[in-house]
């Protein structure tokens, strides 16, 4: 019944459906993390839990391929007006931390359900050992906040008001999440409205044939996309910079193998499950949303008229080994999930770009820190809990131009919230918000700014959760000549004797008076910083991007009074040496990877591997403090011998490996 024309046409009223939800929830919404920084989803599901429709200009741009099915089934007896929820991570594998509620509503037509309507909000706070629920220093599950399994919320149109009081009791601030949710049933009910219209347009039988037919297409245009690329397999790795409080780099690997039409991202060699929140709860799912937002990321930008729905996802097939960072097993905390599915992005990007190098950008920043405030309002003597702002670095530099400066790329979904609102809501001061110069990657293509913000608390004991707080290390990579990016930061009472950087750490106490001053990392740069226009880089240093020092050192283009010296920068260009390697890391990484080579890394793995989960971690921390003085296959294998000396209660491990038979 659908041909080209038509689709589009059926595509397009899904579209304006999913957009009349975005549209009511952000305009009802209590808290400023939803309404202002719109970290909400919203979606049309078909009859099996598989999404087909999502707003393209509003809210997050993570979950377009997320499956309900299994949480729809673990409901059952679906009746007019029912609405369904989770929080659970592990229940059904769609919410993926707690603060993260997931509705869904079932559809009926004639008396059976013909869809649903589906989307989740970020909760402000769902309780737990800190305020807003989430800190890297978490270690199980049960202390990221209360959890409901998939349940009724809504009964034929009434809310169960004991789940309420359960919600109320637990969290922080009940009126911010029950507010919230109520906006989000009240876009699903919008939902409902709009494809009960359109099967009054279309038909029942074209509406269901319509929902489905959607998902074929966009799995078409996927496949499409595929065949334009070399068949072949790729690797990539790219590191968090700390996988706990023990302070040692999480290490993700993928090996993408392209073969026609379809995809393998085998991810064999990433980090054990970790003893932080880190964890990413996959199930071991292989068409997983959160293993897959980096390669929807990449379709759009190949093709931005492909079609955004579960389609998507069937041409790729995931590999996440059980126990592993990608799919850990319960209680492993979750709640940062978020940091590690950015690197995650990273590491799909570093191997597509490698495929397809000439069509891609350099990496983005990475690091959207996601900045929380409990204090106390002296004017009216109560509590308050919000979201300040995301602080959001850059985009990676493109093929045609430079990075997005401050909320780029696969964070520019991420919304800043007006000063003016939060210090209404917040009793803070801003002191700094804006670009950093020199922060962007050094590029033909520039890569896009950081984002630099500084506020000061007036009430004592004011507890602070900075999460996704990353890229203090291993910087955002160039590509293809371009530089690396500048590194990330976080300091408390900047430009005072007392001042003090705090690193990755993502919670901290300020009292009266202190300044917390947070800054992104940048945008990779792409292309050789030689060949950029020396007009663009004069450019650059008049807008405050990039200092005469960096002008000079980068991009070898000398400026004096206010223009550029052409016979100086001719000079100083043809002196230097163009770079040649696909990626450029930045010292930290080259030096940290001398040490911990490709097969240190493999060895390490294949240890690992072997022993049972509850061991992984532990031993991999202990192998981490036994490497001084170490480096290479060679001195894993010693220190392993080392910690299985310290710890015979260590169960037996089978390897055949020389190295670790010569060490013992």
Not at 63 to 69: E, F, K, M, V, W
Request: proline share 6%; hydrophobic share 40%.
């Amino acid at each position: 019944m659908f041909d080209r024309s038509n689709l589009q046409v059926f595509a397009n009223h899904t579209r304006a459906a999913a957009e009349n939800m975005a549209y009511t929830l952000q305009r009802t919404a209590h808290s400023a993390f939803v309404k202002e920084t719109e970290d909400f989803t919203v979606m049309l599901i078909n009859r099996k839990g598989e999404t087909f429709g999502v707003p393209m200009s509003l809210g997050a741009t993570w979950y377009p391929g997320l499956t309900y099915t299994r949480a729809i089934e673990m409901v059952g007896d679906y009746k007019p007006g029912d609405v369904a929820f989770t929080n659970d991570p592990y229940s059904c594998f769609v919410a993926t931390h707690a603060p993260d509620t997931h509705l869904w509503k079932p559809v009926f037509y004639d008396g059976e359900i013909i869809a649903w309507t589906g989307g989740h909000i970020h909760n402000t706070d769902m309780g737990g050992a800190v305020p807003a629920s989430l800190s890297r220093a978490l270690t199980e599950i049960h202390q990221e906040g209360i959890r409901f399994p998939p349940m009724k919320l809504v009964n034929e149109g009434i809310f169960d008001e004991n789940i309420l009081k359960i919600m109320t009791t637990n969290v922080r601030k009940p009126d911010l999440n029950i507010g919230d949710i109520k906006a989000l049933v009240g876009a699903l009910n919008t939902g409902e409205r709009k494809i009960l219209a359109m099967v009054e347009k279309f038909g029942k039988q074209a509406f269901l044939e319509g929902a489905d037919v959607l998902l074929d297409h966009a799995e078409a245009q996927a496949r499409d996309l595929l065949r334009t690329m070399p068949d072949g397999t790729w690797e990539f790795v790219d590191y968090a910079d700390e996988d706990s409080v023990e302070a040692n780099p999480c290490r993700l690997k993928l090996t993408l193998t392209i073969r026609g039409d379809a995809a393998i991202l085998d991810f064999t060699g990433s980090d054990p499950q970790l003893g932080s929140s880190l964890n990413v709860p996959s199930g071991g799912d292989p068409r997983h949303t959160m293993l897959l937002v980096g390669v929807y990321y990449i379709l759009y930008t190949l093709n931005p008229k492909i079609l955004l729905n579960t389609g998507l996802t069937r041409p790729f097939t995931c590999i996440a080994p059980q126990g592993s960072v990608l799919n850990p097993v319960s209680p492993a905390a979750v709640g940062m999930r978020s940091l590690t599915c950015a690197r995650l992005r990273s590491v799909i990007f570093g191997a597509f770009c490698q495929a397809v190098p000439e069509l891609l950008p350099a990496a983005p920043a990475g690091n959207n820190c996601i900045v929380n405030v409990m204090t106390t309002d002296e004017r009216t003597g109560r509590s308050v809990i919000a979201a300040v702002n995301p602080v959001v670095g850059g985009g990676g530099g493109m093929p045609h131009r430079d990075g997005t400066n401050g909320s780029g790329a696969d964070a520019g979904y991420l919304k800043n919230t007006p000063i003016e609102i939060t210090e209404t809501e917040v009793p803070i001061e801003f002191v700094k918000y804006g670009l950093a110069k020199d922060s962007g990657g050094a590029g033909r293509w520039r890569g896009g700014l950081a984002t630099e913000m500084a506020f000061r608390v007036f009430s004592p004991g004011s507890r602070i959760t900075a999460r996704n707080r990353d890229r203090s290390f291993f910087r955002p990579w160039g590509v293809l000549g371009g530089k690396a990016a500048g590194l990330s930061d976080m300091v408390l009472n900047p430009g005072h004797e007392d001042y003090r950087r705090l690193g990755n750490i993502d919670t901290a106490v300020l009292q009266p008076g202190d300044v917390l001053e947070i800054r992104s990392a940048g945008g990779g740069g792409r292309g050789n910083p030689l060949e950029r226009e020396a007009w663009r880089v004069l450019q650059d240093v008049e807008r405050g991007y990039v200092s005469l020092e960096v002008a000079e050192r980068d991009y070898g283009v000398v400026i004096g009074d206010g223009k550029v010296d052409e016979a100086e920068t001719s000079r100083l260009r043809a002196s230097r040496t163009s770079p040649t390697a696909h990626f450029h890391y930045g010292d930290e990484r080259e030096g940290y990877e001398a040490q911990w080579t490709p097969a240190a890394y493999n060895l390490l793995t294949d240890i690992l591997a072997c022993l049972p989960i509850h061991w992984r971690f532990f031993t991999k921390t202990e192998i981490f403090r036994r490497m001084k003085g170490r480096a290479g296959h060679e001195g894993v294998a010693a220190a392993f011998a080392d910690v299985r000396a310290r710890f015979p209660e260590m169960p037996e491990v089978r390897l055949q490996i020389k190295e670790v038979e010569a060490a013992e």
